[in-house]
């Protein structure tokens, strides 16, 4: 992938540098690094690193010292900085989205700035306001009336408003609480997958990175470019020691993030139809070595029943109990090894929208990870 | 000339009756002193706080000169002023009044604008800017919007002292409430209605322009008060 000729790059850096005034060491060194298209590179490093310069330099809200950076093939230094950044969109931890506007006027900031029709600028309201998943009741309030993750869910709409070919992000899920960084960061890998844009994400989180990046920067104190990568390369083979202490251990962990579950973990398990007989039950958990069993009604999974209480009677009789946690085909292995240890049975069921996959144990996953 | 009989009380309601249209034509006077000091005094105020804005490093001169002003009492400034511009005609008397009542606007002004301005959340400047504003629009859109609480608190405080320091102006023989109390307290028997009216009128109207300001910041801001907690 990463090695590939690339012939579509949306953003070029070409010896980029930004020494700021009064300082002895540049923030950013002569940096050269390639975006393409509908591509989501991030970029990674400690403090310092000059991450954030480096983003703020593509929308010019910091100009560089030397070198030469090109969105869709123009200079940015050639467009005026008003009408470069209206076409980029910009998203910040901070959120920012203006107090004295409600959400709606907040999201109709950038067509509004380009003159668009009153019109059009509520139908594109209407459809944001779909896209992030918010609620039309929301679009009158002002924005301390919503929580963290509402706030940037409309600071995302406000970014994407007049569909700008190009995404700046600069820790965006920064100041949110953990569950709710969660929730927004699977909204917007789902986003991203349908709408291919072309996106430059600062980060210091290593996990943040391997989830939603393409390609991952790492960047090192003074914006030296360490490493350039897809995540599972990255994780795989570290180009230097700076690179391999800063996504630290449990390189293995952090890879199987990167895998789903799919077909090869997955085995069929101590499961029966209800409509077998006590007997067929027993002779199938003598055969996993286990004291419970899964029931099916079709492809549903009902839940499991012990051995103590099946005692002949018809299996359509008995009252299962729910399993306690379940994955998805597309889950990643990390969660599955996550739920396999964490359960008592250290198995852990596979269910895709109601229809029984199978289960995953800890053996599965070890021979994935050895392949 | 006021029509005036000894009181026999404390108050004398006939007075009052007798002199409506006296009154009136202070209270007006009163207001227009005011009113011109107030505009003037925001628009040097919002000149001087825009380069203070722009030039941090003239922000201490710019309010230790305006401190300064602040700090000479009222008659003093008369005092000073009056040689400068003269008090021969009623439009020397009135510029040198206002002189006097918009230096005593400007801390106050500056302070709050340049306060509300720098206020603005970092984070929202800088979407501003990431959005594509142009600095004319940043400033007009979002900047000064956002620093109105601020602005219209310190009108408010700017008012009420005006109203109060226009009372003196009186001394120049301009008119407005204070010529009542002047005139009350002038008699060879101090005549106390007189005294009264003066005070309870510019007090009053104090207060009236001061509830009357907040309700229009109010309205200006409506997100500021739905944001508080």
């Known amino acids: 992938m990463g090695s590939q000729v690339q012939t579509d790059t949306m953003i070029r850096l070409d010896n980029v540098a930004k020494v700021f005034a009064g300082a002895s060491q540049p923030a950013v060194a002569n940096l050269s690094l390639d975006v393409d298209r509908g591509e989501l590179v991030v970029l990674l490093g400690p403090s310092g690193c000059g991450k954030t310069t480096t983003l703020k330099m593509i929308n010019r809200l910091i100009e560089p010292t030397s070198g030469r950076i090109e969105v869709d093939g123009r200079d940015v230094m050639s467009v005026a900085p008003h009408e470069l950044r209206r076409s980029i969109g910009y998203v910040i931890q901070e959120v920012g989205l203006f107090p004295h506007r409600t959400i709606a006027q907040n999201m109709a900031t950038v067509p509004k700035l380009l003159g668009w029709d009153a019109g059009r600028i509520n139908e594109r309201v209407a459809e944001l306001t779909v896209l992030v998943g918010l609620d039309r009741s929301m679009l009158e309030r002002y924005p301390t009336e919503l929580s963290g993750g509402q706030q940037q869910r409309v600071g995302v709409a406000r970014a994407l408003a007049a569909d700008p070919p190009v995404l700046l992000m600069d820790e965006p899920f920064g100041a949110v609480d953990p569950i709710v960084r969660g929730h927004l960061q699977w909204e917007f890998l789902e986003l991203q997958s349908r709408l291919g844009k072309t996106v430059v994400f600062v980060t210091h989180d290593i996990d943040e990175a391997i989830l939603l990046g393409s390609r991952i920067a790492i960047l090192n104190v003074g914006g030296v470019l360490e490493q350039h990568d897809t995540p599972e390369r990255i994780l795989a083979s570290p180009a230097n020691e700076f690179v391999e202490s800063f996504i630290g251990g449990e390189r293995g962990l952090r890879r199987l993030a990167l895998r789903p579950i799919g077909e090869a973990v997955v085995s069929r398990g101590p499961v029966i139809d209800i409509t077998g007989t006590p007997d067929e039950a027993v002779r199938l958990m003598e055969e996993h070595g286990v004291s419970w069993v899964g029931l099916l009604s079709g492809d549903q999974l009902l839940g499991w029943v012990d051995a103590s209480e099946i005692d002949g009677r018809p299996l359509a009789a008995l009252t299962p109990r729910e399993f306690l946690v379940s994955l998805r085909s597309d889950s990643s292995l990390r969660s599955a090894l996550d739920a396999v240890v964490t359960s008592h049975a250290r198995m852990a069921v596979v269910v895709d929208d109601g229809i029984y996959r199978g289960m995953v144990d800890l053996e599965a996953i070890a021979e994935e990870i050895t392949e | ?229």
């Open chain 2, 1 to 229: 000339m006021i029509l005036a009989q000894a009181a026999s009380s404390l108050f004398d309601w006939d007075w009052v009756g007798r002199n409506i249209d006296s009154i009136w034509r202070r209270t007006v006077e009163h207001l227009a002193l005011t009113g011109v000091a107030l505009v003037a005094g925001i628009v040097i105020a919002s000149a001087l706080a825009a380069v203070a804005i722009r030039k941090p490093r003239t922000y201490p001169t710019i309010t230790a000169a305006t401190g300064l002003l602040y700090t000479i009492p009222a008659l003093a400034v008369f005092a000073l002023v009056a040689p400068l511009v003269g008090i021969g005609t009623v439009t020397q008397r009135f510029i040198t009044a206002e002189i006097a009542l918009i230096s005593y606007t400007l801390l106050i002004l500056i302070r709050n604008i340049v306060t509300g301005v720098n206020g603005v959340p970092a984070g929202v400047r800088e979407a501003a800017a990431g959005m594509g504003y142009s600095e004319g629009e940043r400033i007009r859109q979002i900047e000064l919007p956002l620093a109105l609480p601020a602005v219209m608190a310190g009108i408010r405080i700017a008012t009420v002292t005006v109203i109060g320091l226009v009372t003196v102006t009186s001394l120049l023989g301009l008119g407005g409430l204070g010529f009542f109390i002047l005139d009350g307290l002038r008699r060879s028997i101090i005549f106390p209605t007189e005294i009264i009216v003066g005070v309870v009128l510019s007090v009053a109207l104090a207060a009236a322009l001061d509830i009357g300001l907040l309700g229009i910041g109010r309205v200006l801001t409506p997100w500021a008060r739905e944001g508080d907690r």
